[in-house]
C-alpha cells in the first residue's frame, strides 16, 4: 500500500537512499537530511498514510510507531531528554505528506515552538 509518488514511501521501498538507524516490524527511522539538532530522526510508519491521526486506528502500527522512536531515543543516548514533533497539515508544518514523528534531542529545547 505504498503511494507512487511519496518521498517517504520510496524510502522504504530504498528507491532512494536514506540513512536508517532502526527499523521494526511496522516503522522505519532514518536521518534527517536536514537535522535540527544533534539528534533528528525521522520514524515513520511503512504503510502510506497521510499523518499520525490516520493511525488511529490501527493501535498496533501505532504502538510500533512509538516503541522504535523511544528505541531510536535510547539508542541515541538520549536519556536527558527529547523532543518528540509530529506535524499535520500545512498550517501544522507539515510538507511530507506520509506520516512521521520527529526525534529531536542532544541541545536543551525551547519553548514555544515556532
Ligand atoms: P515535515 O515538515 O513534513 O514534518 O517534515 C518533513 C521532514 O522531511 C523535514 O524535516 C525534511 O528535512 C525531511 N526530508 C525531506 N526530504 C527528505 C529526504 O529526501 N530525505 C530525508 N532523510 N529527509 C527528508
Ligand atoms: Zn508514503
Not at 16 to 27: G, Q
Not at 101 to 112: D, E, F, I, K
Request: glycine residues 8%; charged residues 20%.
Amino acid at each position: 500500500m505504498s503511494a507512487p509518488t511519496c518521498l517517504f514511501c520510496k524510502i522504504v521501498a530504498e528507491r532512494i537512499p536514506a540513512t536508517v538507524v532502526a527499523r521494526s516490524e511496522h516503522s522505519l527511522a532514518f536521518r534527517d537530511i536536514d537535522p535540527q539538532a544533534p539528534t533528528h530522526v525521522l520514524v515513520i510508519p511503512r504503510r502510506h498514510v497521510q499523518n499520525v491521526g490516520e493511525l488511529a486506528d490501527a493501535p498496533r502500527e501505532l504502538a510500533d510507531l512509538f516503541e522504535l522512536a523511544a528505541r531510536v531515543a535510547a539508542q541515541e543516548g538520549l536519556g536527558r531528554g527529547y523532543r518528540m514533533v509530529t506535524n499535520t497539515g500545512s498550517e501544522g508544518g507539515q510538507i511530507v505528506f506520509h506520516a512521521h514523528v520527529h526525534v529531536l534531542g542532544g541541545r536543551p529545547m525551547q519553548w514555544p515552538p515556532g
